[in-house]
């Protein structure tokens, strides 16, 4: 592709993938805030995942989804597809993580929010041609 190639990818998919990230990010960073003095869930094994490797991975992951954005804006298409193929999986890279880590609700919004990143992505992938 070109720099003059005509774009593949619908615009309302790069800011899908992009805001649905950050939102899934800050669903897990609150739910971390809002937890963190409850002794009963922030002690828990699956609690500290969360807050010592699941949340610093997502957010080193939304930076580069914002990043890859950010280029789509100004042209540049080959990072957002590359980096949506890889977010397809995002449930597998989070299989470890009990989603219940902050109780059932949260875990019905964070479970709805990982899907909808999921499906942005593989949105951006289908446009592309990426299989």
Known sequence: M???SPRVVPP???ERLAKA???FVDAV???IDENVANPVIANTPAFL????QALPML???NATVQNAHAR???GEERTIVAVAADERHLAKKLDGFAMDFAGAERAKLLDRLETGIVIA???ICQAAGVP
């Open 21 to 23: 990230f950050a939102a």
């Open 59 to 61: 957010e080193q992951e």
């Open 72 to 74: 789509f804006l100004i």
């Open 2 to 4: 070109t720099p003059d």
């Open 12 to 14: 309302l998919y790069a």
């Open 29 to 31: 960073r609150a739910a």
């Open 49 to 52: 995942a969360w807050q010592t």
């Open 121 to 123: 992505a593989s949105q």
